[in-house]
Each structure stands twice: as C-alpha cells, then as structure tokens.
C-alpha cells in the first residue's frame, strides 16, 4: 500500500480511512468491513463515514439486509483532484 494521504497529511483515522478506500475504488465496504481493514473502532468508523459522506467525498452504494456499503465518490472533483 502507498499510503499517499498518510505521507502528506499525517496518520489521522481519517486519513487512514480515504488512504484504503482510494486503493481499492472498485469496491465498495460495510462499516464492519473498513473498520478491520484500517484498524478502527466501528463507532470511530460510523462517525468518519457519516461526515465524509455528508461532505460528499463517500457514497452509499447498496444495502444488503441491515448492511450500508460504501465507496469513494469518484465523482467528486475533490477525489479526483
């Protein structure tokens, strides 16, 4: 893993975060799943997906049963940039 955003902005649960959903784009991940892969409480996790989606940088893919996944927003010109 390259871990770009950790190198220029720091080792922030957030940043953390973005890092491992830019290197996987085409998947899409539960909270319990981004929880275990970048080593965060699933609260931690909740709080971070809630925010980032509402800024429009994640978006809610699917839900299956009581499960919401989510992506990064390839869309946003931010993301892209």
């Given at each position: 893993?390259?871990?770009?955003?950790?190198?220029v902005?720091g080792n922030t649960p957030q940043?953390?975060l973005?890092?491992?959903l830019?290197?996987?784009?085409e998947?899409?991940?539960?909270?319990?799943?981004?929880?275990?892969?970048?080593?965060?409480?699933?609260?931690?996790v909740?709080?971070?997906?809630g925010?980032?989606t509402?800024?429009?940088?994640?978006?809610?893919?699917?839900?299956v049963?009581?499960?919401?996944?989510?992506r990064?927003d390839?869309?946003?010109?931010?993301v892209?940039?």
């Open positions: 893993m390259s871990k770009a955003f950790t190198k902005f940043v953390r973005l890092d491992f830019a290197e996987n784009l998947f899409d991940y539960t909270i319990s799943q981004l929880s275990e892969s970048v080593d965060l409480s699933r609260p931690t909740y709080g971070l997906v925010r980032l509402k800024d429009g940088l994640l978006l809610h893919t699917r839900t049963g009581r499960s919401r996944f989510y990064i390839r869309g946003n010109p931010v892209l940039s």
